[in-house]
């Protein structure tokens, strides 16, 4: 714990410092005196991109239209399955309301003194 303390005193005292260098660092840039006006550079215009020719695509020799696809054959028919019965599910075993007391035992008789 007391290095935790040690640690957070610290922290605190570097976070002090650099808050006050950076509070004197603010208050000199504004004590300075304004900043000259730069003068803008005027840019010259860009170049116009020149059109390049266009290619031409040659035209491909179609000798017809596709042949049609040839038909798929007919599917068999699967034969029915016979459906299976299940029997029906057991009925759950209902809770007793009452819960059965347990006999407590007397503790064993205490050696005598004599």
């Known amino acids: 714990m007391g290095y935790f303390n040690c640690i957070a005193l610290a922290f605190l005292m570097a ?3 650099s808050s006050i260098n950076v509070g004197q660092a603010a208050r000199h840039l504004q004590q300075l005196p304004p900043m000259p006006t730069l003068p803008t550079a005027t840019l010259p215009p ?14 491909m020799q179609r000798p017809g239209a596709l ?3 040839p038909t798929m054959p007919a599917l ?8 299976a019965t299940l029997p029906p599910l057991p009925s759950m075993p209902t809770v007793p309301a009452i ?11 205490s050696p005598s003194t004599p």
Do not use: D, E, K
């Open 15 to 17: 976070l002090s410092f």
């Open 46 to 59: 860009l170049p116009s991109i020149p059109n390049l020719p266009q290619p031409t695509i040659p035209t």
């Open 67 to 69: 042949a049609p696809l």
């Open 76 to 83: 068999p028919t699967l034969p029915s399955v016979p459906r």
């Open 99 to 109: 819960i059965p007391s347990i006999p407590f035992l007397s503790p064993p008789p």
